[in-house]
């Protein structure tokens, strides 16, 4: 019901763009989010955008993280700018209180 893709790896400073690819009744519905977990850690919240379209962010992710939402494709996105180390985590898109995606690793490392 949730897929992920989009992850790979990148230098420090380098950029990607996930994605994921929900169900039409999932999408419409609920708010969408995405968290990560790195080895050794919890999973924390990065970022998470409204149906309508408001946009909230992890302090350590703002300014360098954009989430955003494509209706029509039931989509939600989050571009990663200006990657450091310590964003090395498994990437989960979430939707509302119950839908998780299956993860995709992203790895920042020189």
């Known amino acids: 019901q949730l897929q992920a893709s989009g992850g790979g790896l990148v230098q420090p400073g380098g950029s990607l763009r996930l994605s994921c690819a929900a169900s039409g009744n999932i999408f419409s519905s609920n708010f969408m989010a995405w968290y990560r977990q790195a080895p050794g850690n919890q999973r924390e919240w990065v970022a998470r955008?409204?149906?309508?379209?408001?946009?909230m962010y992890a302090d350590s992710v703002k300014g360098r993280f954009t989430i955003s939402r494509d209706n029509a494709k039931n989509t939600v996105y989050l571009q990663m700018n200006s990657l450091k180390s310590e964003d090395t985590a498994v990437y989960y898109c979430n939707a509302g209180p119950y839908f998780w995606g299956q993860g995709t690793q992203v790895t920042v490392s020189s």
């Open positions: 955008i409204t149906t309508g379209g408001t946009t």
